[in-house]
C-alpha cells in the first residue's frame, strides 16, 4: 500500500484518528449552485466527501467535473469511479484528470445495475472489474500505464489515495476477508462499506479479520446513515442490497413521535458505538437527501464541536 499524505484525508488516517467522511451526490443537470451550497455546508464537519459516479445508473454530472466544485468550495473529495460505463482507456485518462485537477482520493467501484436507472437499455461496459481497476491506479501512480508493455509515464505521475469497499455485513466472513485481502494486494489504501446498522456484527467482523493474516490492518470507514423517516427504514430494509436492518430499528422508527429526530438518534448511537470498536478507522455518513443532517449528527455523536445547525 502507498502512504500519501497529499490529501486531508489520507493525512487523519494515517494519525489515527477517528476519520468523517459524507457524500455529495452532483447533480442531474448542468446547474452547480445547489451542488456547491453543500458542499460549502459539509466542509467544516468532515474530512472528505464522495462524489459519486451515476449513483443508482442516473445520468448525472460528472465524478470529474463535481469533484473539482466541490473541491472549489471547500471540501475534498472522494471521487467514485465504475468500471461500469468506461473501459481502462477512459478510466485512466479520468484518473489523470482527476490528479491534475487536485482530486487525489479516489473509491473503485463496480456501479449500480443499469437496467434500474434513467437508461436501462444503455449497454454495460465493464471492460475490466474493480480489483483491475485498483491495480491500474496502483500502476499509474508507480510513473506506468496498465497496458501489456508495462509503458512508463514520460512525465509526472498522478497522486492517488486510492479506496476499495469492503462488506463487515457479508454472511461468509472468510469469503469478504479474502476480497479485503486481494484489493489491498492490489494497492487499496483505505475501505469504505456499505451503511451499518449492526455494529455488533461489525465487531465479530473485526475479530475474523483479528485472526486472518492480512499484510496490513485494512483502514475501514464504517458506512451509517440516518432515517429519515419510518418510509425510508422499510426501504433501506426491503430493496437495498447489502443494507440489513434490524426489526428493532424498524420498530423503534413505527413508534416514534418525531421520525425524523428518532432516526438521528439511531445513527447517532451507532457511531458512538462504532468508536469504541478498536480498529475501525472512521464512518461514512450516507445522509441520502438529508445532508442537512450530518453536522448536527456529528456533533450529538461526539466527533465534532461546535454549533450545528438543527435540522
Known amino acids: ?19 468523517v467522511t459524507s457524500e455529495l451526490g452532483p447533480p442531474k443537470h448542468s446547474g452547480t449552485e445547489e451542488f456547491a451550497e453543500t458542499a460549502r455546508l459539509l466542509a467544516p464537519w468532515v474530512d472528505a466527501a464522495n462524489v459519486t459516479d451515476n449513483q443508482t445508473a442516473q445520468s448525472r454530472m460528472a465524478p470529474l467535473a463535481a469533484g473539482r466544485i466541490a473541491l472549489d468550495n471547500g471540501v475534498e473529495p472522494v471521487m467514485q469511479i465504475t468500471v ?20 487525489h482520493n479516489t ?41 501489456d508493455d508495462h509503458e512508463p509515464m514520460r512525465g509526472t505521475p498522478p497522486a492517488l489515495f486510492v ?18 485481502r486481494a484489493k489491498m494486494d492490489a494497492g487499496a489504501d483505505f475501505f469504505q462499506t456499505q451503511l451499518c446498522y449492526q455494529p455488533e456484527r461489525v465487531a465479530a467482523f473485526l475479530d475474523r479479520l483479528r485472526a486472518a493474516d492480512l499484510p496490513a ?15 425510508m427504514a422499510l426501504h433501506m430494509r426491503d430493496n437495498v442490497w447489502g443494507v440489513d436492518v434490524p426489526d428493532a430499528l424498524v420498530s423503534r422508527m413505527e413508534s416514534a413521535d418525531d ?6 438518534q439511531i445513527c447517532v448511537e451507532i457511531i458512538q458505538r462504532l468508536c ?25 455523536a461526539g466527533l465534532r464541536t461546535g454549533d450545528a445547525p438543527v435540522v
Open 107 to 147: 473509491l473503485a467501484m463496480s456501479g449500480d445495475p443499469i437496467h434500474i436507472g434513467n437508461h436501462p437499455t444503455a449497454q454495460a461496459v465493464n471492460d475490466i472489474d474493480t480489483l483491475a481497476l485498483l491495480r491500474l491506479q496502483d500502476a499509474l501512480r508507480d510513473g506506468h500505464f496498465a497496458n
Open 276 to 300: 469504541e470498536l478498536d480498529g475501525v478507522a472512521g464512518c461514512h455518513v450516507m445522509a441520502v437527501a438529508w445532508e442537512r443532517s450530518v453536522p448536527e449528527i456529528l456533533v450529538r
Open 163 to 180: 479506496g476499495a469497499t469492503a462488506n463487515p455485513m457479508a454472511q461468509d466472513p472468510d469469503v469478504e476477508i479474502s476480497k479485503i
Open 217 to 231: 490492518w485494512p483502514r475501514l470507514l464504517i458506512g451509517v446513515g440516518p432515517f429519515k423517516h419510518l418510509r
Open 259 to 264: 421520525e425524523g429526530e428518532t432516526g438521528k
Open 84 to 103: 461500469r460505463d468506461r473501459n481502462r482507456l477512459a478510466l485512466t485518462s479520468d484518473l489523470l484528470g482527476a490528479s491534475a485537477l487536485g482530486l
Open 1 to 19: 500500500m502507498h502512504e500519501s499524505g497529499i490529501t486531508l484525508l489520507a493525512r487523519v488516517i494515517a494519525r489515527g484518528e477517528f476519520a
